[in-house]
């Protein structure tokens, strides 16, 4: 569904991105991970556009993509929900909903947002508030329920889980556990690596800019040595305990 | 008297407004001191004394004069904001400083520089209430000019171009995440824009009968004092600050004298800013909140 052949990206002089490829089959769900300064947010803002790839081609649903707008990529259904989620603030929840779907051609009906406040009944009872008085997670989700209205194919998360308690985080996997079922491919960036693993198919490594694993989850959560060197070394026994959201392949 | 004064005030400040409003979108949504809308004010106001005197009836000589304006604001659009972005942002500012210097001299070569009058399709009609006079044109500009303030409210809340003029002023990086274009809204931006400055030119014209290729320097100084007045880039602030800065003036010239009248104006707003330097309705807490 989503093919990337050799991607690079630079932030002026500085390199960011060398030479990534990946791919996102349908209904995949693949996660990246990395340190900090991987290049994992470059990554995401080089597939919808935000950045452009200075080497390498971007397919997407067959066709290529690596020269388009970002708006004709969202209408094509490559959707992000970016880091720190990027509410706009001083737009009422609704309309931030509705700003999901502005490179749509047609226009969301009222069943569209009820099917989302169905979903979020936080975001129901604040619908004519400014998204400002939104809570961390509530955030989340009306960046989520934003991403949705795009009608998207695929949906790429940068760290969904940053700065919310387990409890909420839980609530986010669940939510991008039901969203795949759907049928959405997800491409989920997290510093969470355990539970980024445990929630997706596939794994990407990022370091320094460049691919430093790329396979099935499972077997990156095997791997002593790459766990070593890119997980914190950590076992999976000493990481805080969690239940997977259902749905999910362990 | 005062009452009197009060009413010059506020139908002198509704000219303001527009030309603060226009300065405020071109600023609160696209971070640009647009410095060409002088030059649009006065197209509006200059060209209707143009068509007027060529013989064109009213209603015509207007919309003459607003479709020259609205093309020249989508001109600049075009060469300055569209082709300079992303180098040093003081290029777009200065090169539409360039835009103010060559509409104005190019009505200058055309029809010279004397101020011309302008006779008023109104005749001398005015309103008394008591001993106050209300001249009708000035009160239509000022109903005018709050009208649309409003319709221009209703258009930023109310419809798709408008949710993302103001995704875009909040934060362009996320608007084009999400797919809004800049290159699709600066242009009805621009329009939009153009298009109030203008207008003010016109009822100018009208309320105060008289037209020069410079009249737009002065009353662009005072828009940009009343954006500047009301919070950069808030547009109700834009309204106050437009009527605030007309009451001052009238007030200072029937105090003191004509002459006192930029001294007083500009004292105003230095002290104000002084004391506020965020601006009357700039709340610093509410510093992405713009239009
Ligand atoms: N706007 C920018 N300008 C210049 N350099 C940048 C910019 N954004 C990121 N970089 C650099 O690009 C590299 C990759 O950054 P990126 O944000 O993609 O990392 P990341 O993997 O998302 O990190 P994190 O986990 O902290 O979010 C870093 O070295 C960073 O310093
Ligand atoms: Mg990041």
Known sequence: MLEAAGISAAYGPVKALAEVSLTVAEGDVMAVLGANGAGKTTLLRTLLGLLPAQAGRIRFRGEDITRLKPAERVRRGLVMVPEGRRVLTSLTVEENLLMGAYPRRDTPGPAELDAIYGRFPNL???????????????QQMLAIGRAMMARPKLIMLDEPSLGLSPRLTAEVFALIASLNAEGIAILLVEQNAMLALEASRHALVLELGRTAFDGASPALLQDD?????????????DTPHHTPPEGVPP | MIAQQLVNGLMLGGIYVLVAVSFTLFFGCLNFLNFSVPALFMLGGFLTWAGVAAGLSWPLAVLLALTVAALASLLVERLTWRLQ??????IPLVSSLGFLILFENLVLV???SDARAIPSPFG???????????????LFGLI?????VFGLQALLKRTKLGRGIRS????????????????RVAPRLFLLAGLFCALAGVLFSLSYQLVSPYMGDQVALKGLSAMVLGGMGNIWGAVIGGLVIGLVEIFAVGALSADHVNVVVFGILLLSLIIKPTGLFGDPALGQQKL
């Open chain 1, 124 to 138: 129901a009872q604040r619908r004519h508030m400014k998204a400002v008085v939104l809570s961390g997670g509530e």
């Open chain 1, 225 to 237: 040595r790459v766990r070593r060197a890119y997980l914190g070394g950590s076992a999976p026994e």
């Open chain 2, 85 to 90: 972005r992303g180098g040093p942002p003081l």
């Open chain 2, 110 to 112: 055309r029809w010279g």
């Open chain 2, 124 to 138: 001398d009609a005015n309103w008394r209430i008591g001993d106050v006079v209300i001249g009708l044109p000035q």
């Open chain 2, 144 to 148: 005018l000019s709050i009208s649309l």
């Open chain 2, 168 to 183: 875009l002023a909040e934060n362009a990086e996320t608007a084009t995440m999400l797919g809004v274009e800049v290159d």
